[in-house]
Nanobody, 118 residues
Framework: QVQLVESGGGLVQAGGSLRLSCAAS????????MGWFRQAPGKEREFVGS???????YYTDSVKGRFTISRDNAKNTVYLQMNSLKPEDTAVYYC????????????WGQGTQVTVSS
């Protein structure tokens, strides 16, 4: 079992930056790929990006060049650095964990709200 807790959300003006954190507890953090997802009001949850256990990162096209995912295995934490934020980035952001060798994100955090004003 893995417990995930996001933090760092808030209200920011367009063009600003936020850094989200996701702290994990439970099983060995380094055995998990970590993903970030978001859900805007009235829309389906969408993939934002992910980082593998080896540190490779992947991003959806709309955030490439603006968002950066990193992890600190010593702190059991994954980060989402968001720069040049746009109003369309407004959503609840969730982190999720995928155990190495599996193909689903089995563990999810409770989410943190990010609101970008124009």
């Amino acid at each position: 079992q893995v417990q995930l807790v996001e933090s760092g959300g808030g209200l920011v003006q367009a063009g600003g930056s936020l850094r989200l954190s996701c702290a994990a507890s439970g099983r060995t953090f380094s055995n998990y790929a970590m993903g970030w997802f978001r859900q805007a009001p009235g829309k389906e949850r969408e993939f934002v990006g992910s980082i593998t256990w080896s540190g490779s990162t992947y991003y959806t096209d709309s955030v490439k060049g603006r968002f950066t995912i990193s992890r600190d295995n010593a702190k059991n934490t994954v980060y989402l650095q968001m720069n040049s934020l746009k109003p369309e980035d407004t959503a609840v952001y969730y982190c999720a964990a995928q155990l190495r060798g599996t193909y689903t994100y089995a563990y999810w955090g409770q989410g943190t709200q990010v609101t970008v004003s124009s």
